[in-house]
């Protein structure tokens, strides 16, 4: 459907304001799997977790009429086996663009369509119909006046960037540098982003122990182990932010710039096979948990500071008819049937601190099968050099359990985890300690990370992770003001 003046208006007004808090956590949902909730049903867990941004893989129609009228920004996804026919045919994107997109907006808010995914390396012999793909489809847009609303681009591997450390040496591969020139030049032409799928955990398997894995997970690293770029002295404190600037600095060698990264991918699995140990639930917490924090406090990287990067976490669901090893199967923070298997959640940017990391929902629990003595090492551990707060523990409180050690070693590590994890805690204690997403709170012992707990240092709520809200900051307002002059200004042309 063609979008009339008022309805250009309100899009004009939805993107404005939408914009106004900067970079942007998103989602992907991905459905390679056996048991796939209903669309209503992922809409409910949407809503319910506050996510404002989703990427889909392709243009569902069930998915796109159930996120109808929920302010939710939509991406949709031309998949890999359709390039071929709009690569080569106008009319078959326009089509596509009509039956996929102006079909349900405005009432769908779809603002972009990634065409393909990692095309160039894992599909080479349609790379010379990528480009072309991307204009027809933009043309239609065009056509349908939805080009100021919808953008287009096309998801990158970090394979695309053979060398990505350090990044001030970062190249494309060679071969497709024809191709990457007409790519970039229609990002730069059409005012879209570069999409680059960033997957840390990939590049640490695959390292050999050449990186640490606290470079990996956001975790602070050893001051005597720094990661310095040589030929700027730009100092990286995590991969993410040198596989950004590495796709930066390739873009520079090609002689662009001023085309913004945005992240299609990013996330860690929770379970992995035999010979994947860092697949774990454990890593998969505090890397989401931090790559959320990084990217919503809203800094850059090393060489854009002032350009902050919005990502989509890589993912909803475990897909578990994914091919490939077990970690393959187990990247989403929800199993198929919609139960947690862990809980996402982020507290205030500005006044997190140790004693809140805003990890509502998740847990580190003694192993009731664990030595009883191997238990009382590690509460002693926990109550003494890990600092944990086990004053509820002591006898006349309401964690005390004369002849429950598990209970109360399970108190004494929760607090410990929950006051350390952010910085590089880990749920172990010798190996008797697991992660677990049951509430182990009773009565008035209240355990961290709880729904009932009140251990925010704020005294404030304690917003999702996807999708902040609360008052405007300084900047944010300013933006904001900022932004209702332009629309005033537009709308004199518009009217």
């Known amino acids: 459907m063609r979008t009339g003046k008022w309805e250009k208006i309100v899009l004009l007004l939805t993107f404005l304001f939408s914009s106004a808090s900067g970079a942007f956590i998103g989602i992907n949902i991905g459905t390679q799997m056996s048991s796939l909730p209903s669309a209503a049903e992922i809409v409910s867990i949407l809503k319910t977790q506050q996510i404002k941004h989703v990427r889909l893989f392709d243009a569902d129609h069930q998915m796109l009429n159930a996120l109808a009228n929920t302010g939710i920004e939509v991406m949709v996804g031309v998949p890999n086996d359709q390039l071929l026919r709009i690569g080569e045919s106008r009319s078959e994107a326009a089509n596509w663009i009509n039956k996929n997109v102006a079909a349900f907006v405005p009432a769908t ?39 100021f609303q919808v953008k287009v681009s096309s998801p990158q591997s970090m394979d695309m960037i053979p060398k990505h450390f350090p990044p001030s040496t970062a190249t494309f591969n060679l071969s497709w540098n024809s191709v990457m020139y007409q790519y970039l030049q229609f990002l730069k032409n059409t005012g879209s982003s570069f999409m680059l799928n960033a997957q840390p955990y990939y590049a640490y398997a695959k390292g050999q122990g050449i990186f640490p894995l606290e470079y990996a997970l956001f975790r602070p ?57 860092e697949a774990n639930i454990d890593n998969a917490l505090a890397y989401n948990s931090n790559l959320v924090r990084h990217v919503l406090n809203g800094s850059g990287t090393p060489s854009q500071p002032t350009t902050p990067v919005s990502a989509y976490v890589h993912e909803l669901f475990n897909e578990d ?27 205030h940017l500005a006044e997190s601190s140790a004693e809140s990391t805003g990890l509502v929902g998740v847990f580190c629990v003694a192993n009731s099968s664990a030595d009883s003595n191997a238990l009382k090492k590690g509460l002693d551990w926990a109550c003494g050099p890990g600092s944990a707060n086990c004053t509820a523990i002591q ?28 910085s590089g805690g880990s749920c172990n204690f010798g190996s008797t300690a697991m992660i677990t997403t049951t509430d182990p709170s009773h009565g008035s012992c209240i355990f961290a990370g709880s729904s009932g707990s009140s251990t925010s240092s704020t005294g404030g709520t304690t917003p999702s992770a996807f999708g902040p809200v609360g008052a405007l900051s300084g900047a944010s307002r300013l933006q904001f003001v900022s932004s209702t002059f332009l629309v005033a200004f537009l709308l004199t042309f518009l009217v």
């Open 395 to 422: 006898q006349g409180q309401p964690c005390y359990e004369a002849d429950n050690l598990v209970a109360i070693a399970s108190y004494a590590y929760n607090d410990y985890y929950h006051r350390t994890q952010a």
């Open 321 to 347: 008819l994914r091919p490939g090893p077990v970690s393959e199967k187990n990247w989403g923070i929800f199993a198929s049937n919609g139960t947690a298997v862990y809980s996402l959640t982020f507290g």
């Open 109 to 147: 808010n779809i603002t972009y369509i990634a065409v393909g995914n990692e095309v160039l390396t894992t599909i080479p012999n349609a790379a010379l119909v990528l480009v072309p793909a991307m204009q027809f489809l933009q043309s239609a847009l065009v056509a349908a006046n939805l080009n």
């Open 221 to 277: 690293l050893d001051p005597n182990n720094q990661i310095v770029d040589p030929n700027t002295n730009f100092q990286y404190t995590n991969m993410f932010d040198a596989m950004i600037d590495a796709a930066y600095y390739s873009m520079q060698s090609l002689n662009f710039s001023n085309i913004l990264v945005i992240v299609m991918a990013s996330g860690w699995p929770s379970l992995g096979g035999a010979n994947e140990p």
